[in-house]
């Protein structure tokens, strides 16, 4: 029903055609692969598969689609995890129809939309950065690991890494970061969508 009614009010709009309506994520894959189509409008809270997934699939099958993944999800978690599997777009079930239609049309030209609350948690996001030195790979596991709680010695077991290894990565993590409390780590990680916690 949802469907039907974003359909008939997109329909609406004298420079939008639907080309095609799918129920879930394997409906989704086959209209791509079955036909040349410009904006694909994904769901991320499909009942079959998972929305990342199925943009990744998506993309791999049609290289210059665009996506706009519709979300219940306002989190920079959710965000990023969309945007490393190709979407073109981000917006909110909860902003209004309009934000859509400027998705579309941005996607369609070519451009990246995000939401307005999306952008502004992308934006505080960036800004705890302030163009400090950014953490290697080893690093952000280990800032990830400190922000679920985890003892070092956990850490360390996890990561096959030593106890003194985990504590030197976590002192070179506040020092780059200019942090100084587990509390302040956890915020930063969560706000970079390290963790979801």
């Not at 979407?87 to 400027?102: E, F, N, P, R, T």
Request: charge should be positive; aromatic fraction near 4%.
């Amino acid at each position: 029903m949802v469907r039907e009614m974003l359909v008939a009010l997109l329909r609406r709009e004298s420079d939008f055609s639907v080309d095609a309506e799918a129920a879930n994520g394997r409906e989704a894959l086959a209209l791509v692969a079955g036909r040349t189509l410009e904006v694909l409008v994904l769901d991320i809270g499909l009942p079959d598969m998972d929305g990342a997934e199925v943009a990744r699939r998506a993309k791999k099958a049609a290289p210059n689609l665009k996506i706009v993944a519709l979300s219940a999800h306002d989190t920079l978690f959710f965000v990023q995890q969309m945007l490393r599997a190709g979407v073109d777009g981000y917006v909110v079930k909860s902003a209004a129809l309009a934000d859509l239609v400027q998705a579309i049309r941005a996607v369609a030209g070519g451009k990246v939309y995000l939401s307005p609350d999306i952008a502004r948690v992308a934006t505080l996001a960036l800004s705890d950065f302030d163009g400090r030195a950014a953490l290697g790979a080893r690093e952000r596991e280990v800032l990830a690991r400190l922000a679920e709680g985890k003892r070092s010695s956990v850490i360390a077991s996890e990561l096959a890494i030593s106890v003194g290894t985990v504590e030197a990565h976590r002192r070179n993590i506040m020092r780059k970061l200019g942090l100084h409390t587990i509390a302040e780590l956890t915020k930063y990680a969560i706000r970079r969508g390290l963790t979801s916690l």
